[in-house]
């Protein structure tokens, strides 16, 4: 895993600060650095990455609302600031990241009403934890993500099946950091990364030992009954209509390669109410693609569904 001092170097680089200007946190889990951001007061917002990402693509809508909203933001263990460890030290499973979560959020929000912001993998897990504890949930902002099988219409697509099944893919993830690379440079599509944002994207993943999180993300994907993972998140899909009431907004990248069409219909059909945004030019990123028009958006749907204004249902 990442050292305290190589994590220190990693996280005070001037140029780096300048982008992801935090001062973080770690909680300890069972001897592994839980990174988090702990940013601002008020309603707890929390915020959740996915793969190959980590909280960095949460920054600036971090800088956008922590002047009325409390942003608590974790690096999945294996992402962004956390400990990496080897498979001898972590099970990673969608089950241990709701674990992780839950300890995270009895420690610094153990009470009250929470938002969950989703993106990739972080639908997976937030709604996961929202399944374990649906009185905890108030708000919910759904960025290309899925908390549900694949679609019966959506096929794998092939690059992630080479990833998660073939000594290749293991090769060209962890050897040669493809999932990252490419993400970095596919993730965007109106506004392509530079070459500063997409150095530092991939920076947390800079080694084969470094990259295992990448590659397990992908091999867990649960398609079909017996998968690892499956009946998690079948127990999940079935339980999402409880919270169908509640205010949910979505923002939708249309030329995401992996969370399409087919997954934004699903989202519709759960979710007929929800407020909806669709760019049929965003990328998976959408956030960093289209974020100085999204996180406007978004602080204004917190704004004026925040308990309190009279416009929650």
Known sequence: MRTDNETAAFATDPAFAR??????????LDGLRYHYLDEGNGPPVVMLHGNPSWSFYYRNLVLALRDRYRCIVPDHIGCGLSDKPGDDRYDYTLARRVDDL????????PAGPLTLVLHDWGG?????????????IGRLVILNTAAFPLPPAKRLPLALKICRETALGTLL???GNAFSLAASFVGCKRH?????????Y?????SWRNRIATLRFVQDIPLAPGDRGYELVS???????RFRPLPTAIFWGERDFVFDRHFLAEWQRRFPAAELHRYPDGGHYILEDLGEEIVPLIGAFLDRTRPGTGTTP
């Open 192 to 200: 392509p990364m530079p070459a500063a944002l997409r150095r530092a």
């Open 102 to 109: 839950e300890r995270l959020l009895d420690r610094v929000a």
């Open 235 to 241: 127990a999940v899909a079935a339980g999402l209509e």
């Open 202 to 206: 991939r920076r947390p993943y800079d």
């Open 124 to 136: 997976m897990i937030g709604m996961a934890y929202a399944h374990r504890h649906p009185e905890r």
């Open 173 to 175: 993830v962890r050897g």
């Open 19 to 28: 982008l992801y200007p935090f001062a973080g946190h770690y909680l300890d």
